[in-house]
Structure formats: structure tokens, C-alpha cells
Nanobody, 112 residues
Framework: QVQLVESGGGSVEAGGSLKLSCSIS????????VGWFRQAPGKQRELVAT???????NYADSAKARFTISINNAKNTVYLTMNALKPDDSAVYYC??????WGQGTQVTVSS
């Protein structure tokens, strides 16, 4: 059974940075795609970025130029480095290994 555990969320001021981590257990293969999603109160869950086991990445327009997704296959961990944070980035951030595995989420709050 694949399990994902997020960490690294917190509260920052606008313009600040955070680095989220997603530790994956139960699957160490490289034939996978992992993504970060986020959900703000009253809004639908939305894709932020994805990465394959060989490092191919894809970003939502809102994340381009500010966020970086990366993977460390030796540590079985996926990261999301977020810079120049805005209040609109406030949400619960979820790690997702396609097609069916989700973490419990980590809260990110950006104050103005």
C-alpha cells in the first residue's frame, strides 16, 4: 500500500518562501507521476505541479516562475519549493501519486 506524508507547511508573510516535502512509502519505482494539489476553503482542489520519476515536470499557470517541483528518488521524496508567496496561495496542499494515492495535506497560510 502506497502512503504519502506531507510536511513543511506553515504561516509566512507575503513574499516569503516555503518548501513542502512528500515522503512516499510502499512504492520506490520510477515509473510514476506525483503531483502537488491545493484546495482553499470553498474552492475546488486544483493542480499545482506534477513530476515523473525521471524528472519531467508540468506546472499550473499560477505556479510557473514561482514554484519548483523536484524529486529525490533515493529518498523517495517529492518537494515543492514555493517562492514569492501570495495570500492567494493559502490552501491545504496535498501530495498525490497517480492514479489513486493521496496524502493527508499540509496547511499553507500566507498573510498580507
Amino acid at each position: 500500500q502506497v502512503q504519502l506524508v506531507e510536511s513543511g507547511g506553515g504561516s509566512v508573510e507575503a513574499g516569503g518562501s516555503l518548501k513542502l516535502s512528500c515522503s512516499i512509502s510502499g512504492d520506490s519505482g520510477r515509473d510514476r507521476t506525483v503531483g502537488w494539489f491545493r484546495q482553499a476553503p470553498g474552492k475546488q482542489r486544483e493542480l499545482v505541479a506534477t513530476i515523473t520519476g525521471i524528472g519531467a515536470t508540468n506546472y499550473a499557470d499560477s505556479a510557473k516562475a514561482r514554484f519548483t517541483i523536484s524529486i529525490n528518488n533515493a529518498k523517495n521524496t517529492v518537494y515543492l519549493t514555493m517562492n514569492a508567496l501570495k495570500p492567494d496561495d493559502s490552501a491545504v496542499y496535498y501530495c498525490h501519486q497517480f492514479p489513486a494515492f493521496w496524502g493527508q495535506g499540509t496547511q499553507v497560510t500566507v498573510s498580507s
